[in-house]
Nanobody, 116 residues
């Protein structure tokens, strides 16, 4: 079955960086378009970034453009999110998401806290 396991979250100060990872299994990762999304307390899911199957095409939400970078290593079945210049409003649970082909599936998430 599809498994997505996120890691790399933690507590950082504003302006610092984190790199999230998502280990994928149970499907053909190299043929799957992937997303990162997040959910802040009391809010809905927010789409952050998308990457094509070969990693050549990426897109970002305005809220993270220029600060976050999505990437993938198909040989390792792993998705990444490099997050730089973190802000307090970036605090949330971060999820990797198997997007296309359907069905959409998310992992259990990893918590990111940004506080001084």
């Amino acid at each position: 079955q599809v498994q997505l396991v996120e890691s790399g979250g933690g507590l950082v100060q504003p302006g610092e960086s984190l790199r999230l990872s998502c280990a994928a299994s149970g499907f053909t990762f190299s043929s799957t378009t992937m997303n990162w999304v997040r959910q802040a307390p009391g809010k809905g899911f927010e789409w952050l970034a998308r990457i094509s199957t070969d990693g050549a095409v990426t897109s970002y939400a305005d809220s993270v453009k220029g600060r976050f970078t999505i990437s993938r290593d198909n040989a390792k079945n792993t998705l990444y999110l490099q997050m730089n210049n973190l802000k307090p409003e970036d605090a949330a649970v971060y999820y990797c998401e198997k997007w296309r082909p359907l069905p959409i599936t998310r992992g259990q998430g990893t918590q990111v806290t940004v506080s001084s």
